[in-house]
């Protein structure tokens, strides 16, 4: 096993760049000196050798053996199934990695989905660890609550927005809803709007602002719940420091 090599499942290419940022972010700021040692050994994977992480929707394609019945007694509920095959996938990939982060959307049903992958995460003694995120509804929002206006310009977009919506979508980023690209209330136009579609001003929202303010700002899409697994399971796992709790007792 690779205790530095971190399993990735999300939704698609913007989510395998936010949801590593995020991590490292809490990693550099729990453990002395691992940002060093991050740069030198910590990598993300897919299931595929020369991937660094795997979509959701891909996840189904790979011959591994499906998980059939209820789980605990309880039937699967959302994203349970799925989230099995793509931790047996990581099981079977070598090298193996150390830990396994998974991020979905929540499309509107985040307690769901949240069970469902608590579900598989208990399903079987994983041999890493496994880290869990829902973004309510869906990963911009996490990029919104990290929005802070650098220019006057952004500014008057945000004033702009808050008069259009009647509200702060940076500050209450889980009243936007996951509907077409153009809708009003669309968290991709919104971000789209405030930081033109620009990446690099996108990685500024989770890499600029301080932790305590993502995670006030992230209450209620998921992101505290997040970043706080990630601290929880993920630092001592990669540190060493504490045994691996997706692993029965």
């Given amino acids: 096993m690779a205790p530095h090599l971190l399993g990735l499942v999300v939704e698609g290419p913007g989510d395998a760049r936010t949801v590593p940022g995020l ?20 990598s993300y994977c897919g299931i595929e050798p020369d991937a660094s992480f795997v979509m959701w929707s891909a996840v189904n394609q790979y011959p591994v053996p499906r998980r059939h019945g209820h789980f605990g007694g309880r039937p699967a509920l959302e994203d349970a199934r799925t989230a099995v095959l793509a931790l047996r996938c ?31 995460r208990g399903d079987f003694a994983w041999p ?12 911009e929002c996490w990029v919104l609550a990290g929005f802070v206006p650098s220019t006057r310009q952004e500014a008057a977009s945000l004033a702009d927005l808050r008069k259009e919506l009647g509200f702060d979508p940076t500050a209450r980023s889980h009243e936007l809803d996951a509907s077409s ?17 620009e990446d690099e001003r996108e990685a500024r929202c989770w890499t600029e602002p301080t932790l305590d303010h993502l995670s006030e700002r992230g209450q209620d899409n998921g992101l505290a719940a997040f970043l706080g697994e990630v ?5 001592p796992a990669l540190s060493g420091s504490a045994p691996s709790r997706s692993r029965p007792a």
């Fill in 23 to 42: 991590v490292d972010r809490v990693l550099v700021g729990a453990v002395p000196d691992l940002e060093r040692k991050l740069r030198q050994a910590r």
């Fill in 90 to 120: 990581f099981v079977a990939r070598d090298p193996q990695p150390g830990a396994v982060v998974l991020v979905r959307d929540s499309d509107g049903k985040p307690a769901e989905r949240r069970q469902g992958l608590e579900q598989a």
């Fill in 128 to 139: 890493f660890e496994v880290v869990l995120g829902i973004a309510h509804p869906m990963r």
């Fill in 231 to 235: 601290e929880d399971r993920l630092v």
């Fill in 181 to 197: 690209r153009t809708a009003k209330r669309s968290p991709k136009r919104v971000l789209d709007h405030l930081t033109d579609g």
